[in-house]
């Protein structure tokens, strides 16, 4: 899932996880959430939590699988040094854009944002890490990155 919403009581996501941990190994049953930085949808409602394996995208376009983080914490970069030094088989890859921002929308020739990009920075950041193309960007860039 992406961008989606606490879907358990702890209870039901404890059996999910047991089920999940049984079908694995087999190949049967893999269950990932991909969560973008700030992303308010992916903190609600309170009382839920989530299930299967985190895929966190950085608000600096790293693309982390499985960090063991909560759903108020923000990884900066120095974070992210500490965490490729502790686990080299963590799967990240830088995915800023020449401009700085997430790739959404490319600055024209003459160094202007688009209209597109300026529309995109008035929406708050939690808001706006919702967006699909905050999500999609990173995972395109990683995706390249194999090419």
Do not use: Q
């Not at 919403?5 to 209870?11: K, L, T």
């Not at 990240?92 to 854009?97: D, F, L, N, Q, R």
């Not at 209209?115 to 967006?131: A, G, L, N, S, V």
Request: glycine fraction near 6%.
């Amino acid at each position: 899932s992406a961008g989606t919403p606490r879907s358990c009581h702890a209870d039901m996501a404890e059996l999910v996880e047991e089920k999940l941990a049984e079908l694995r190994p087999l190949d049967r049953a893999i269950v990932c959430r991909v969560v973008d930085n700030e992303d308010v949808v992916a903190r609600v409602p309170t009382g839920y939590v989530h299930v299967g394996e985190l895929v966190f995208l950085t608000e600096d376009g790293y693309v982390l699988v499985g960090p063991e983080v909560d759903d108020e914490h923000v990884i900066d970069e120095g974070e992210m040094e500490e965490l490729r030094k502790g686990n080299p088989k963590l799967a990240a890859t830088e995915a800023k854009s020449e401009e700085g921002e997430r790739g959404v929308a490319a600055k024209t020739e003459e160094g202007e944002i688009t209209e597109f990009e300026e529309m995109m920075r008035m929406i708050p950041r939690p808001i706006r890490d919702h967006c699909p193309n905050y999500y999609l960007a990173p995972l395109f860039k990683l995706l390249n990155s194999f090419e």
